[in-house]
């Protein structure tokens, strides 16, 4: 079984990606040829080139945009984490120097962009599946819908490069997986139009909740929205010892010079197949979680359901209650959440503040995921992303995804049943 691990000791951009994809043997002149299949070869270059970091030598890529050709990055920004704050929402009125023209696409165009091109299906379905993980981030932080959100930034040129080409790079090395370590994702603070906010990035916490990341490496962002989008759609399994066989080894150069090498290593690896299930190197992948649960017999239905949506918002992976019977008969219900091992501290102290519980039970156990790919579906109400369940190289069942049924729902003013009726039609012709 042939895996990429992410090794994020420094956390993760965009541009890194792409980097360290080359180095791993995607050639650049497909990957150009590829991209220009969006139409948007007037508006950016692709520059390649060698560069190190505290002795560390490997690829580094700059996306130069056409409309701010006169400026040069320096080793104090990579072009993904200069311009992070445009995937968070933070930056509607910043003040670097850089055209607005493109970056006013919102998701829908970003949809239609994507799906008139050229590109395969299998690359279109992962692009917009990967720039959905961000949109469903900015719609929770502004209290917004998938659609609705006003996303200035998320079209910029630059972003729409790196989530595409990742997908590209993703689909052109064959592999069966993707592994990755715990994400650093760096400290401190960053500006940006509203002045300083705290690193993590609101919409890099969002998006990585429930995954494993630790924090304070260095006191800069050191994974960014668009990095952070990238791990949450690709990655199969968390682990930091992954038994493997390396085949080799690639480092994307970042453009900072932090207090640690500013690389992002991938490795191209094999684990086999047909271990044992829940370990490391199985073919089902698996994530160290904890079972945490708690019996709660003086709360109303009304507080045990906020309780519920809050611990969801927080980033657990699920959260569900069980009637119970407590002595002396009193009806009661048990609460049991899911998180990431790593999560549990943080869980215990929400359950701890948001219920009326004294105390709390924690089971080690591991979850067992399937793998998930999406691909699109033509019908006549309009394109649908389709989001396929997969077992041992096979897809076992596919549903559509709801949002994008609610936006023809709304478009073509029909039930909601009746997008659905419409995409099995299409299906079953």
Known sequence: M?????????????????AAMIELGVDPEMLKTELAKLGLK???????????????????????LAHEHHHS????????????????????????????HHEHRNLKDIEELINSSALGDKVKATSLAIFKRVAEAEAKIHGSTLYEVHFHEVGATDSIVDIVGAAICFHELEIDGVWCSTIELGGGFVNCAHGKMPVPAPATSEILAGKPTTQGAVPKET????????????????????RMTVQKTAYGIGHRDNEIPNVLRVQLAEVERTAKAGKLNSSLPTVPSRMLQCNIDDMTGEML??????????????VHFTPIVMKKNRPATTLSLLCSAEDEDKFKRLIFKHTTTLGIKSIDIEKTI????????????????????ILDGEIIRSKPELEDCRALAKEHGIPLSEVYLQIGKVRNS
């Not at 359901?305 to 699920?318: I, K, S, T, W």
């Not at 399937?370 to 369940?389: C, H, Q, R, W, Y």
């Open 305 to 318: 359901g906020a309780a519920l949506d809050q611990l969801m918002e927080d980033g657990a992976m699920d």
């Open 370 to 389: 399937l793998g998930v790919s999406f691909d699109i579906l033509e019908t006549p109400l309009g394109t649908v992303t389709m989001k396929n369940a």
């Open 2 to 18: 042939k895996i990429l691990y992410y090794d994020c000791f420094s956390g993760i951009s965009g541009d890194m990606n792409l």
């Open 223 to 242: 994974t960014t929205p668009t990095g952070a989008a990238l791990l949450a759609e690709l990655v199969d399994n968390y682990s930091d010892s992954p």
């Open 42 to 64: 007037d508006e950016f270059s692709l520059n390649i080139s060698r560069d190190s970091r505290k002795g560390i030598f490997g690829t580094r890529v700059d996306v130069e």
């Open 73 to 100: 990055h320096d080793d104090s920004h990579s072009h993904d984490q200069e311009h992070s704050h445009k995937h968070h929402g933070h930056a509607h009125s910043h003040t670097h120097e850089h055209g607005h």
